[in-house]
């Protein structure tokens, strides 16, 4: 249905096309006169994006996906107003979602999660309201509003199969670069020149041995929704390769969060699709490790000392001190106002209500910005995706849709594992959006089974 003043979505995109345009050939040239030349350069190129975007919307997606993936690499490279690429990059590509929401404004205005988004995006505005840095506002704001444009947009933008194998195919590409830079970094030795709890640690191309861990474990479950409908012999060596890579490189970092968090996917990957024999050899080979070596004993000894530890500084310092950064957390959030305790402290707040340690925890990070509210409106979220994709299951019997909406079901309990006990899919940008990207799949794979039953009841 058109909007009830009349206007189509075709007219809709012209009317976009038309006032975007325009109002960057202004910023453009005011660019040129007042501007640093980098950002002269690239208001161009942000004009060349919008008509590309408007254009070729589902290719533009899948480019932002590989395009992200790419630019967090560079995270060292400054892009001037104290702004890296990487920012540049999400805050261009949070315009140009706004614009592409607004050229399908009528599927945005029909999404079921729209009353939650706004009250999210309401919180978010309380929240920054309470932030005196304008910089950290529109860091956050972007940070915490483009994953959820990135769900309205591949909902609508995705509603073909063949779309959405050519995305999983443009994301196990877009790790190929970070895997050889990973490889490179641990063939010239970075990892010795870099030492955390007793074990010396690769971080690859990234920033920490967090994004380059979850960076891994996000490609090895990519690779596997490919490798487990493909035939052709050398196209499975080639994904067997790049998984083993990948969690080769994983390994390296010693980080146990993403590790778990993969392995959760796995097995859930494994049982839901009921094959048992790989589940079983998977249980098998798990507990054989767990069992016998010595490093994995070590690294997820906190599992046992919570039972077993006194009381007190040695069970705070369980997790790598995170049971002690919760605890202090929660109890400087439930000394704040009733009204700051319904709505959070603000964006950034988790630094001031644990003298300036992080939170270590998606979670807890979420409750005390934007409150309880906020908290339910993202777990709510996550776990409505894997209960629409579950429900899905039943009623499609193409193999590889079956397989998509099973990897978005262990997705979400990978996530649930990741985000409790570590910063993970809220806080880091790429990660959370592949995972908006991905739940966004759900409701394109519903729509696109609706569209078609009339057109089924016509030809019978």
């Not at 967090?210 to 196209?235: E, I, P, S, Y």
């Not at 049982?271 to 507990?287: D, K, S």
């Not at 919760?326 to 964006?347: C, D, K, M, T």
């Amino acid at each position: 249905m058109p909007l009830s003043v009349g206007i189509s979505n075709e007219q809709t995109t012209r009317l976009a096309m038309f006032v975007g345009s325009g109002v960057l050939l202004v910023v453009c040239a005011l660019a040129i006169l007042y501007l640093p030349f980098i950002f002269s350069l690239m208001l161009p190129v942000a004009l060349l994006a919008t008509i590309v975007v408007i254009r070729l919307p589902t290719e533009s997606l899948i480019a932002i996906f590989m395009g992200r993936m790419t630019f967090d690499l560079l995270w060292f490279l400054p892009a001037g107003f104290g702004l890296n690429f990487m920012e540049l990059f999400a805050g261009g590509v949070t315009i140009l979602l706004v614009l592409m929401c607004l050229m399908r404004i009528d599927d945005v205005l029909a999404h079921p999660f729209l009353p939650g988004i706004a009250l999210w995006a309401t919180l978010l505005l309380l929240g920054a309201a309470q932030q005196p840095q304008a910089r950290v506002v529109a860091e956050v704001l972007a940070r915490f509003l483009s994953p959820m444009m990135i769900l309205l947009v591949m909902s609508i933008h995705f509603r073909e199969d063949k779309n959405r194998r050519r995305l999983v195919m443009g994301l196990v590409a877009a790790g190929f670069l970070p895997i050889v830079v990973g490889l490179f970094h641990w063939l010239t030795g970075q990892a010795s020149s870099y030492q955390l709890g007793g074990y010396d640690r690769l971080n690859g191309g990234y920033m920490n041995i967090a994004d380059h861990g979850l960076a891994m474990g996000t490609f090895t479950m990519v690779a596997m929704v490919w490798l487990w409908h493909t035939r052709r012999r050398w196209k499975m060596a080639a994904l067997v390769g790049y998984i083993v890579c990948c969690f080769f490189l994983l390994i390296l970092t010693y980080t146990r969060t993403p590790l778990l968090g993969l392995l959760t996917f796995i097995f859930a990957f494994l049982f839901l699709h009921g094959n048992r024999r790989i589940l079983t050899i998977a249980l098998v080979v798990a507990a054989v490790v767990m069992a016998t070596n010595g490093v994995v004993q070590d690294r997820f000894s906190d599992f046992t000392d919570f039972f077993t530890v006194d009381a007190g500084y040695r069970f705070d310092q369980l997790g790598s001190g995170r049971l002690g950064i919760w605890r202090r957390s929660i109890e400087a959030f439930l000394n704040q106002p009733f009204l700051q305790i319904l709505v959070g402290n603000g964006l950034r707040s988790q630094y001031l209500l644990a003298d300036g340690q992080d939170s270590h925890s998606d979670y807890i990070s979420l409750l005390l910005q934007v409150g309880p509210i906020g908290l339910f409106i993202w777990v709510g979220f996550q776990f409505e995706v894997a209960r629409r994709a579950y429900r899905e299951l039943a009623m499609q019997d193409d193999p590889w849709t079956r397989t998509l909406l099973i990897a978005i079901i262990s997705l979400a309990a990978c996530i649930f594992i990741c985000n409790t006990f570590t910063n993970a899919y809220v806080s880091r940008v790429t990660v959370s959006w592949f995972w908006f990207g991905m739940a966004g799949l759900v409701f394109a794979i519903q729509k696109e089974r609706q569209m078609a039953l009339p057109e089924a009841s016509q030809h019978t």
